[in-house]
């Protein structure tokens, strides 16, 4: 095995520790306000963030006007809408309940494949 600085592993702790945080903080959210303005400022503040890193390492004019409009419907569909379902999700159950649902979302997914195609 190489050695491997311990940043990577920190970082690594640091992603576990943020999803895993995701249930609850989002439990104690849809008690204060809709799911939809919690999702809104959440990917606003994302958004915010990652936009000027995005102009500064890729050129906007690379990229058609169509294939603009494809991130955009990929972003709202994929990005968004879970936020939106997981949030809408959570008013529902508790959050153990619904980690544990999304957490084996893949494995049903991969059995229904299997059997379907």
């Not at 958004?47 to 006007?65: A, E, G, H, I, N």
């Not at 994929?78 to 959050?95: H, K, M, N, V």
């Amino acid at each position: 095995m190489e050695n491997r600085p311990v940043v990577f592993y920190f970082f690594m702790v640091i992603a576990t520790i943020g999803w895993g945080m995701s249930w609850p903080i989002g439990k104690i959210l849809v008690d204060i306000a809709p799911p939809l303005t919690i999702g809104f400022f959440r990917f606003l503040i994302a958004f915010c963030c990652f936009f000027p890193v995005l102009l500064w390492k890729y050129s906007p004019t690379q990229y058609s006007r169509r294939s603009l409009r494809d991130f955009f419907f990929l972003g709202l569909t994929g990005a968004f809408g879970y936020g939106i379902f997981f949030l809408i999700g959570l008013q529902f159950t508790t959050a153990a309940q619904g980690a544990i649902i999304a957490g084996i979302n893949p494995a049903i997914v991969s059995l229904l494949a299997h059997f379907f195609f």
